[in-house]
């Protein structure tokens, strides 16, 4: 998700603000699907079903937005962030809910500490990775949508558009570059979205391919009995023995 406020912003040409907006759909979708499904988890007791259709659900979402493009409307991109933010919600409990009901009563913190780490640990290897594939898909894309002119003069600049990225890529910027002509100034953003919008894309192909692994590992999630109560099993009265 770290990829479309910057995919709106220098994609889209959206100013930061706006830009930031793009993921008000994808929480509004997370938080409708933590609410139904933390209802129908309550009222059935079961959380499997629910694991497996909110896996199916996020994977179809996130290969939706692999699927966007710098000529994309807006209402497919909110769509796909929708139909995101609903399965991950649906899903996102249920791992919390799992180790509650799986350890006992005395391990929970140690249980939950380990859930957490590896939730960071996914978190920290990911985020890395998807943004080398967004940058480096980028780098190699540009070149080919650039005319001769122009690569040459992104060329002799030395201006590395990737580094370029963080801040944005605007008009103001280019027009500093020696020999780059202003007429050819839009030529070359329209290069820079679609380059991108390239990197963004293989990013969510890889994010659906190991959520699509997810989905089925869910499979073989066991449906263990929710918890009813927070004491500890070991807290029942211990009657004395009469000598």
Same mark, same amino acid.
């Given at each position: 998700?770290?990829?479309?406020? $910057? ?14 907006? +793009? ?13 139904? *499904? ?19 659900? !996020? !994977? ?15 209402? @497919? ?6 139909? !995101?933010?609903?399965?991950? *919600?649906?899903?996102?409990? +249920? ?19 380990? $859930?957490?780490? @590896? ?6 290897? =990911? ?16 070149? =080919? ?6 690569? =040459? ?31 050819? +100034? ?6 820079? $979205?679609?380059?991108?919008?390239? =990197? ?12 699509? +692994?997810? @989905?089925?590992?869910? @499979? ?18 211990? !009657?004395?023995?009469?000598?």
């Amino acid at each position: 998700m770290a990829s479309r406020p $910057r995919c709106a912003q220098c994609v889209k040409c959206q100013i930061a603000q706006d830009a930031g907006l +793009i993921v008000a759909p994808c929480m509004g979708g997370f938080v409708s699907g933590s609410v139904v *499904g933390g209802q129908l988890r309550t009222r059935t007791g079961r959380y499997k079903a629910q694991a497996v259709i909110g896996m199916a659900v !996020t !994977t179809a979402g996130i290969f939706s937005l692999s699927r966007l493009d710098a000529d994309s409307s807006w209402s @497919f991109a909110i769509s796909a962030m929708v139909i !995101t933010g609903i399965g991950v *919600g649906a899903v996102f409990p +249920i791992l919390s809910i799992a180790v509650q009901s799986a350890f006992p009563y005395r391990l929970l913190g140690t249980a939950n500490a380990g $859930r957490q780490f @590896f939730n960071n640990l996914g978190s920290v290897i =990911g985020i890395p990775v998807m943004t080398t594939i967004v940058l480096e898909s980028f780098q190699q894309e540009l070149p =080919g949508h650039l005319s001769p002119s122009a690569a =040459g003069a992104m060329a002799r600049s030395g201006q590395n558009l990737g580094e370029g990225l963080v801040s944005g890529v605007g008009q103001s910027g280019l027009s500093h570059i020696p020999g780059l002509q202003p007429s050819a +100034i839009p030529a070359v953003l329209h290069a820079i $979205r679609v380059s991108l919008a390239v =990197g963004v894309q293989r990013a969510f192909l890889l994010s659906a391919a190991l959520v699509a +692994i997810g @989905f089925v590992v869910t @499979f073989l999630l066991p449906e263990i009995p929710l918890r009813q109560t927070v004491h500890s099993d070991a807290a029942a009265p211990v !009657t004395a023995v009469q000598g």
